[in-house]
């Protein structure tokens, strides 16, 4: 988001490549979310992203505008990468 004066717009920062799948009911309902659709991303550890950040999918089967709820690093062994739990505006 940028801002200039008192409002702000939202503007693209960059992009980055991740695995995306939709998240199980049960999972969604185990973190309280009522509305959208629950998904997992997982993209490199050193992507620069964080909770409140939206991302876009501008093309394909995952196509729309999310809302990251959760980032988690996992390092397993030679496996270094961040789990995203996003929402799917709807």
Known sequence: MVWTGASSED????SFMA????SSPEFAQQIGEAFGKTFSMWCA???DV??????T????????TYSVRN???NATGSNE???????KDV
Do not use: N, P
């Open 11 to 14: 503007t693209a920062l960059g």
């Open 19 to 22: 695995h995306v799948q939709q």
């Open 45 to 47: 550890k050193d992507t």
């Open 50 to 55: 964080k909770e409140g950040d939206t991302l």
């Open 57 to 64: 999918v501008a093309t394909g089967d995952y196509a729309g």
């Open 71 to 73: 980032v988690q690093k």
């Open 81 to 87: 990468h961040l789990e995203l739990v996003v929402i």
